[in-house]
């Protein structure tokens, strides 16, 4: 994959939570892919995956739907995880969807 944007962020208003998406990478066959990465020390405790909550991901949406505001057609796309326990990264393709 070939990455497009880190850190994009965006705002939602004074008051209220913006999003951010850790990653934005372009895949061989066209799909965006929009990464959260997770970090842990351990797994306990349900470990980096399980600590991307609805609300995470809410955010995670609302950065990306904006971020495809800047294509007619918008490509392909889905969301991942990728998390990092300890030593052990587990990449997550499609772990939610919008």
Same mark, same amino acid.
Request: glycine residues 10%; proline residues 6%; hydrophobic residues 40%.
């Given at each position: 994959?070939?990455?497009? $944007?880190?850190?994009?962020?965006?705002?939602?208003?004074? @008051?209220? @939570? *913006?999003? $951010?998406?850790?990653?934005?990478?372009? =895949?061989?066959?066209?799909?965006?892919?929009? &990464? $959260?990465?997770?970090?842990?020390?351990?797994? %306990? @405790? *349900? *470990?980096?995956? &399980? %600590?991307?909550?609805?609300?995470?991901?809410r955010?995670?949406?609302?950065?990306?739907? @904006?971020?495809?505001?800047r294509? *007619? &057609?918008?490509?392909?796309?889905?969301?991942?995880?990728?998390?990092?326990?300890? =030593?052990?990264?587990?990449?997550l393709?499609? &772990?939610?969807?919008?």
């Amino acid at each position: 994959m070939k990455l497009v $944007e880190r850190n994009y962020r965006v705002a939602r208003g004074p @008051h209220a @939570h *913006g999003g $951010e998406v850790d990653l934005i990478l372009r =895949d061989a066959d066209g799909t965006l892919v929009f &990464a $959260e990465v997770r970090s842990r020390a351990s797994a %306990s @405790h *349900g *470990g980096a995956a &399980a %600590s991307v909550t609805p609300t995470k991901q809410r955010r995670c949406i609302l950065a990306a739907r @904006h971020y495809l505001l800047r294509f *007619g &057609a918008p490509p392909p796309c889905r969301f991942d995880v990728v998390a990092i326990d300890g =030593d052990q990264i587990t990449w997550l393709p499609g &772990a939610f969807s919008a």
